[in-house]
């Protein structure tokens, strides 16, 4: 259980277009869903939370016109870079937990990786 | 606020030796704590988990982790290291205070060699 999957697993686009970014919960509702970004040989940053049918909330410095996250059902969190350049270009790795985790647990997708030309 | 030292970026010993990865925490209430490993271009799997039980925690893969709240560390070891743990460990936190927020050490490479 607690599978979480992302969609697609490698993305390389030109400089200038948006790519969206899918992030699945198989087997369980997700309240919450957390996208992060990881830099090469770097930890994962927070990147925004985002709650179910709310507005994402947002970590100081990362722009929201760029990154834009959706939440629109408990099972499925987008995240959309518009107008990608290079230095977009990263792994981005989504989560999800559930209302009334145990423990603050977050359960993890493979991550996508972005390469913006 | 909370806070996660891992103390060494890089350690490496040889196959089947001990593995020790030394993580310090910092946390204002009862923390949670997790080991993750990542493999290259890989997503995170979690190793195991401290939740205010048994301060020795059992993990995946012949890992385990001590919780020393008068140390404030939570220490991931292995007895003897294979070399598909090669990989990048995460220490993580998580309090309280923080709702759902999870805080990440800077990660340790570990590498074995043959």
């Known amino acids: 259980g607690a599978v979480v999957s992302q969609h697609p697993s490698r993305v390389i686009c030109k400089s200038g277009t948006s790519v969206k970014i899918e992030c699945r919960s198989l087997d369980f509702q997700a309240t919450t869903m957390f996208w992060y970004r990881q830099f090469p040989k770097q930890s994962l940053m927070l990147m925004a939370t985002?709650?179910?049918?709310?507005?994402?909330?947002?970590e100081q410095g990362v722009e929201k016109d760029k990154f834009l996250i959706n939440h629109a059902s408990l099972t499925l969190s987008t995240l959309t870079v518009t107008s990608a350049h290079p230095e977009d270009s990263s792994f981005y790795i989504c989560?999800?937990?559930?209302?009334?985790?145990?423990?603050?647990?977050?359960?993890f997708g493979p991550g996508t990786r972005l390469t913006v030309l | 606020a909370q806070s996660v030292t891992q103390l060494d970026s890089h350690v490496s010993v040889s196959e089947g030796t001990p593995v020790l990865l030394r993580c310090n925490y910092s946390?204002?209430?009862?923390?949670?704590l997790f080991w993750y490993v990542q493999h290259p271009n890989k997503g995170l799997q979690l190793l195991l988990k401290?939740?205010?039980?048994?301060?020795l925690v059992k993990g995946i893969n012949g890992f385990e982790a001590e919780f020393k709240k008068s140390e404030t560390s939570f220490h991931l070891t292995k007895p003897s290291a294979h070399m598909s743990d090669a990989a990048e460990y995460f220490c993580?936190?998580?309090?309280?205070?923080?709702?759902?927020?999870?805080?990440f050490g800077g990660g340790t490479r570990l590498m074995v060699k043959p």
């Open positions: 993580v936190v998580s309090d309280l205070g923080a709702g759902n927020m999870l805080t």
């Open positions: 989560s999800a937990s559930t209302q009334g985790a145990l423990y603050n647990e977050q359960f």
């Open positions: 401290y939740t205010s039980a048994a301060t």
């Open positions: 946390s204002s209430y009862s923390p949670s």
């Open positions: 985002s709650n179910e049918g709310s507005k994402a909330t947002y």
